[in-house]
């Protein structure tokens, strides 16, 4: 009689090539989403900022164009000097200010391109019937501050 064990010879790389693929798209799902929280908290973090210095400088006389240029460049880039900014594709143009007599609004909207393209975005897609993917999401945030008194 011949043992049993021999005919499960090379079961377990069966088994290996059947959860490979999952086991690398959770991978891959985790460090997708480690990057979107990081970028957000960023975003959130560029709106403070932006907020804040806007309602320091405008002490009862608003900001000027100029403070808000400068504003953007210090969230943007971390200070007035930098060239590389904090969130890679974070232009000026996604930054919005409104007065809003005693407080500043600031909006930040920002398109986080996904490491794995619409890959991720299809199969959540796949998974809950939606749309067509697309390679990036859409990262919002906002910041009210009162001015300074």
Do not use: C, W
Request: overall charge neutral; aromatic content about 6%.
């Amino acid at each position: 009689m011949r043992p049993v064990q021999r005919k499960q010879t090379g079961s377990s790389i069966v088994e290996f090539a059947i959860v490979l693929p999952l086991l690398l798209l959770l991978i891959a799902m985790v460090a997708e989403f480690g990057i979107l929280f990081y970028r957000q908290n960023a975003i959130n973090k560029v709106t403070q900022i932006t907020a804040r210095y806007l309602s320091d400088v405008s002490v009862n006389n608003g900001y000027t164009g100029a403070d808000l240029t400068l504003a953007q460049a210090r969230a943007i880039y971390g200070n007035s000097g930098n060239t590389t900014p904090v969130v890679p594709g974070l232009v000026p143009a996604n930054i919005v200010a409104t007065d809003l007599g005693t407080h500043v609004r600031v909006v930040a909207t920002y398109d986080s391109d996904l490491i794995l393209g619409s890959g991720l975005n299809g199969l959540m897609q796949l998974a809950t019937g939606g749309s067509a993917a697309t390679d990036f999401m859409t990262i919002h945030a906002t910041s009210v501050m009162r001015f300074a008194q």
